[in-house]
Each structure stands twice: as C-alpha cells, then as structure tokens.
C-alpha cells in the first residue's frame, strides 16, 4: 500500500504529462472529410488534365561503330594528317557528331523548316507579358520609339536556319560507350517518326562528311602537288639546260676521263722531272771540277770524276801497258833502237789520245750538263702547263659536279613529287569510311515522357 505522500505525488505527475487525444483528430478529420475530399478530388482532376495536355515526347536511337584506324589503300597517311590510333581521335569525332557543320546538313537534307514540328518553335506565341507590354506602348504614346528595320532577305533566312540548328541540337544528344568505339545518337522529338529519322541521317550525314572532307584534302593534296610538281619540272630543266651549255660552252664530252688523263700526264713529267733533276746534279758536279781546273788536260785524267769514265779508263789501261813495254825495253835496248823508239813513240801516241779523250770528255761534259739543264727546265715548263692544265680541269669538274648535283637533286625531288602524286591519284578512288552503322533506329512506339 501506498502512503499518502506517496500517492500525492504520483497524482501531481499525472497532471504534468502531456496526453494525446486521438479522439479529438478524428473528431476533426470526420467533420471536415467532404472538404478534405473535393480538395483531392480537384487536384486530381488538374493533374490529369495537365497531363492529358501534354503531348508525348520519344526518342530513337541508333548506333554508330568509328573505326579506330582506318584501312589504307596505299601509304598516304602523310596526305590527310590524321592519327586514328589516339582518344582524342574518338573524342574528336564525337565532338564533330554534335558540330552545327553536321546538324545544318541535317536540317537541309530532311528539309526540317518545313516540318511542322520545327515550325511551331519557330512561330514564337506572345505571351501575356508581351501583350502588356504592347498594350502600354499603344496607350503611352509620348514615349520614344525605336523605328524597326526590316532586315534583308537574306539575314532573315540566315536567322531561321540559325535557329533551326540550335532547335535541332537542343533535341540531340551523342553518347559514346564506355569502353568501346560505339556511339550511341539519340534525338527527342514528338514525332516518333521524325525521330528515328533524325537519327538514322545524323549518322550518314557523318559519313558523308567525312567522306567529302577525305576527298576535299585528297584535292587539294593533288591540286598542290601539281603545282609543285610543275615548278620542280622547271627548276629541273632550267639545271639540266646549264649543264647543257657547261659542256658545250667547254667543248667537254667525258670530263672524267680527261682529269684522269692529266692526273696521269702530270704525274708522269713529275716522275721525268724528278730524274732529270738527278741526272743534272750528278753532272753538275764533275761540270764543275773540270771547269774549275786550269792546269794541262792530261793532269785532268787523274781526277777522280774523269777516271771513273770507261773511254778514260780504256786509254789508261793502254798509256800503262805502252809504259810497261817501253821500260822494258830500255833494260835491253839503247834510246836510238828502233824497237825504242818505236816503243816511245807508241807511248807517245796515247798519251795524245788521252789528252785527246781528256778534251772530247770534258766536252761531252759540257755537253751533257748543257743538255740535262736544259731537259730540267723543258720539263719543269710541262710541268707548270700540266699543273695549270689540271688545275683548270679540276676547277671544270667542281663546276661541272655542282651542276650535275644540281641535276640530280630536282630529279629526286620531282621523282618524290611525282610518285607522291600517283599515290594521291590512286587514293583518289578509293575514299573508305571511317564508321559504319551498327543499329539503325527504329520508331519507338512508346514516349519516354510523359510517364
């Protein structure tokens, strides 16, 4: 049992607790369920009007595979400048798949200003903002107004087709997939029809652009070797012309042979010369003791120069051979025998003829160093001639190697350009794309809004 402080207490906690009477809601609810009611039932009603309204929006897509490289004809990457093997390679594309260049050819193949879907964004209903305000224009007629100029013709249809592809860009959207080279182009409109339509020429209008873009470089490509082609085909003739007139103002028909003829020719009178030279120092020398020498000619046998020589040394032989027999002789025999004075004047006769061999050599001396002086100086004016002559010849063949290398550059050149233009002839027929469809769109049958 409780005490009586005790149940005080548990009454005063009682009366501070907050209750929740439920009764009292529902009593509320329940008075006010016909208002509650109307209230959801028109709010019902708006929404589904508003989405009745609404007219459906679809979309279709269809998927586009871009080739990463290309397959090449032949080896001309150098002509289009392109490097299909990078991403940024596909990002490139997808970016070019969104380009205005793309959806204005869009717009003009499907005739898209005339399609009643596009005409209707483009036929702007004023709103009522716009009628006030045109409203109080008319009633406030002493405020400035700015004058409206027509704008040309032309502006204006540059204006519409302006907006036409921004229209048609606000609807398309280019997603590629992950990991892939597939694109995925998907376009939104209320048209189912005009949907997949717009899908399916977004992707060949791609294509055909880059189709026209290949051919459009490979033209130019061509346009421009051609024109370099035909200047290097005259520097080429204007080169093989000088060398022309090199040969036929030198009177030249093989240059090489005859350089190599006076390398030859002036190394042959080096060689001559070279020898003649030798030969003059060695007569130079005895020349110049038997001019120096004054005293009797037969004194002149005991030098060495002229003992050595073999005439001299045979009269010698014969002057000891007649001394020989006269001494003999005279150990049995008086100076007046006849075998003594025959042997005397045997003696005395070579000892002429040695005098007189003595005279006729240092006379075929003089002789032979006049001769070998003169072969000396002979050859070394033949040598100055070839030297000069070669020289010439050389300075002709610098010429002529400038000239001929000259030649041989614009030859390589225009054979280059030449070959490089028959590769961009035979691309010139064989443009392959770079994508092909995978999917084509097909018309969808239920919208993706409303839903």
Not at 43 to 69: D, F, N
């Amino acid at each position: 049992m409780l005490s009586e402080g005790n149940k005080s207490d548990f009454v005063q906690l009682d009366a501070n607790q907050e209750v929740i009477d439920l009764s009292h809601y529902f009593r509320v609810v329940n008075n006010n369920k016909w208002r509650i009611l109307s209230l959801s039932l028109v709010v019902t009603i708006l929404v589904t009007l508003i989405v009745l309204t609404m007219k459906p929006v679809y979309q279709a897509s269809s998927s586009l595979l871009i080739e990463s490289e290309e397959t090449n004809i032949v080896s001309i990457e150098q002509v289009y400048g392109l490097d299909a093997s990078k991403k940024e390679y596909l990002e490139t594309q997808y970016e070019i798949l969104k380009s205005r260049r793309i959806a204005s050819k869009v717009v003009d193949k499907l005739n898209l200003g005339e399609h009643p879907t596009f005409i209707k964004y483009l036929e702007k209903t004023p709103t009522l903002v716009d009628l006030a305000k045109e409203k109080a224009r008319s009633f406030l007629t002493f405020l400035p107004r700015q004058e409206e100029v027509e704008p040309p013709a032309g502006e204006v249809e540059e204006r519409r087709k302006e907006m036409l592809v921004s229209i048609f860009l606000e609807n398309l959207s280019v997603t590629p997939v992950s990991n892939t080279q597939v694109v995925k182009i998907s376009y939104t409109s209320e048209s189912p029809i005009l949907a997949a339509e717009i899908s399916n020429t977004v992707a060949e209008v791609y294509i055909d652009n880059y189709l026209e873009a290949k051919f459009e470089m490979t033209s130019k490509a061509t346009s421009w070797l051609n024109e370099s082609l035909a200047g290097l085909r005259e520097k080429l003739e204007r080169s093989e012309q000088k060398l022309a007139e090199f040969y036929e103002r030198e009177r030249l028909v093989n240059l090489d042979g005859v350089v190599g003829l006076a390398a030859e020719e002036l190394q042959g009178l080096s060689e001559q010369l070279l020898e003649a030279e030798n030969r003059l120092k060695q007569t130079q020398i005895i020349y110049t003791q038997v001019q120096g020498f004054n005293g009797d000619p037969a004194d002149l046998a005991d030098m060495p120069a002229v003992q050595n020589h073999p005439s001299i040394q045979n009269v010698k032989s014969a002057e000891l051979e007649a001394q020989r027999n006269v001494s003999e002789l005279s150990e049995v025999y008086g100076p007046k025998h006849q075998k003594m004075i025959s042997a005397k004047a045997e003696l005395a006769s070579v000892k002429q003829t040695l005098i007189n061999q003595v005279r006729s050599l240092i006379s075929g001396i003089n002789s032979e160093y006049r001769q070998a002086e003169s072969q000396v100086n002979s050859l070394r004016i033949s040598v100055d001639k070839a030297k000069d002559e070669y020289r010439k010849l050389t300075t002709l063949e610098s010429k002529r190697k400038i000239l001929q290398r000259e030649v041989e550059t614009n030859q390589q050149l225009y054979d280059s350009f030449f070959t490089r233009l028959q590769e961009t002839n035979e691309v010139d027929g064989f443009e392959t794309a770079n994508a092909r469809v995978l999917d084509k769109a097909i018309v969808p049958m239920k919208p993706i809004k409303p839903k």
